[in-house]
């Protein structure tokens, strides 16, 4: 533009210098200056045509409007990033391009450079006529004449849909990151108030095995929390047994978990039972966190264990009577007459039930006559037939009358194969007879 307006000023005073020359000077130096301006106007037509090569070739975006809102020119990477082929963003086409929730703000920034010829630059959305939105940065600058005079306005837009995402992605991931370090703070937050009130006693350590934390359930169980801080996690268990630092330390070592019930050193020094879990705090296969222990204190539960146990012995005594009574059940049944019916097998132990049973009973009721019923006995064999002979005999040496009742033929039959001496004892094959011969002799006693 500066070149423009110095040429055109030395043409003038060369005119206005030959004016008074012959008139073939004046045609010389009209050829000369015609020859010159010839030269600028093709040194200018060169020039558009750069600067139109840059333009059509730009990656940016570039429109021009008349300053009415009629677009007049747009290149060909405007055309790409709008999504308008052709010549469909001239004039007012350019106008469709916003997206409905961007127009507002956009006419405004527009209304606000046209009346005020200030530069216009914002970020806003179009909506390409495919359906896909994209992220441009805009920017319209005033174009003038030497004057002042508006003519219009040239623009660019930029597609920043690429950083645009980024930067939206990069914001959901610091929201995620955030809502992750929320929950992880909530359930930190959460892991203290179990800790701390717990009825167990947490340590945790450094991965290299120094102890940072202990709840307080361990001063309460092992004594000075704050003097173990910076202790090895297994000196901090305080075993009984000095062995058993050594197992636990290898334990940790390994990355293996340890479980056990062990004998600790309690806040007063004496003897804790305790269950005690030692385990690896692992972030993954590989990574670790630290060391931890759980220690449980058992000196209530082996209370609880002992009173159990000796209640239960007493219950077993208990049922061990009843069983016997049941087992050997004694039915006076007449004056000077009981019996004795027995039901199951009839093995060491409860031949030596009956016959306690029999001699107590005997002595209890001064009975004269006692039956031995084997009904309910389903099979005899030769330890159960010398059960009841030695019961007979043992009665007979009282001077008590046995009866031996419930004799059935198979019963009968291998009282005989296993050779077994019936001689002193009665025998009659059903209870009802059994008690009928009983009172029978018992009347006649009398």
């Keep these: 533009m500066h070149g423009d307006i110095a040429g055109k000023t030395a043409y003038d005073e060369r005119v206005a210098t030959e004016a008074d020359g012959s008139s073939e000077e004046r045609v010389a130096a009209l050829e000369r200056a015609l020859a010159e301006k010839e030269r600028e106007v093709e040194s200018l037509r060169a020039e558009l045509a750069r600067f139109r090569a ?26 790409k990033i709008m999504g308008l082929p052709g010549d469909e963003g001239l004039g007012q086409g350019w106008q469709k391009t916003f997206h409905p929730d961007d127009i507002a703000a956009v006419e405004e920034n527009l209304v606000l450079s046209r009346t005020s010829g200030m530069p216009f630059v914002a970020d806003h959305r179009v909506l390409r006529p495919d359906g896909t939105t994209r992220w441009v940065q805009g920017t319209i600058v005033p174009m003038k004449s030497p004057e002042g005079t508006l003519l219009g306005f040239v623009g660019t837009n930029f597609d920043i849909t690429a950083r645009v995402e980024a930067r939206l992605g990069l914001e959901q991931d610091v929201a995620l990151r955030s ?21 167990d006693a947490f340590v945790l350590a450094s991965p290299e095995g120094d102890v940072t934390y202990v709840n ?32 636990l330390y290898a334990a940790l070592i390994d990355g293996s978990t340890y479980r056990g019930t062990l004998t600790l050193r309690g806040a007063d020094g004496a003897a804790l039972p305790a269950q005690v879990d030692c385990y690896v705090v692992r972030a993954g296969p590989e990574g670790v966190l630290g060391l931890a222990a ?49 039901v199951g097998s009839i093995g060491d132990a409860r031949a030596q039930q009956i016959l306690e049973a029999l001699l107590e009973g005997i002595q209890a009721h001064q009975a004269t006559t006692a039956i031995l019923d084997i009904t309910g006995v389903p099979s005899v064999d030769a330890s159960a037939a010398n059960a009841l002979i030695s019961a007979a005999q043992a ?52």
């Design 179 to 199: 809502a992750d370090l929320r929950r992880t703070s909530d359930e930190l937050r959460i892991f203290a108030a179990l800790a701390e009130h717990a009825a």
């Design 395 to 446: 009665a007979r040496l009282l001077g008590t009358k046995v009866i031996l009742s419930g004799i059935g033929p198979a019963v009968a039959r291998t009282l005989v194969d296993l050779g077994v001496e019936m001689r002193g004892t009665t025998t009659k094959s059903t209870l009802a007879a059994a008690i009928a011969e009983a009172i029978g002799g018992a009347w006649r006693r009398r």
């Design 294 to 342: 759980i220690i449980r204190d058992l000196s209530e539960d082996q209370r609880a264990e002992v009173e159990r146990a000796e209640l239960e012995a007493k219950v077993i005594a208990s049922q061990d009577a009843l069983i016997r009574e049941l087992s050997t059940p004694l039915v006076p049944i007449a004056e000077g007459v009981i019996a004795m019916p027995l």
């Design 216 to 247: 307080d359930a361990y001063h309460r169980l092992l004594g000075d929390g704050a003097g173990v801080l910076g202790t090895p996690l297994v000196d901090a268990i305080r075993p009984a047994d000095a062995s058993v630092r050594d197992v």
């Design 54 to 79: 840059m333009v059509e070739h730009a990656h940016v975006g570039m429109f021009q409007d008349d300053g009415t809102g009629q677009c007049v020119y747009v290149n060909d990477a405007w055309r």
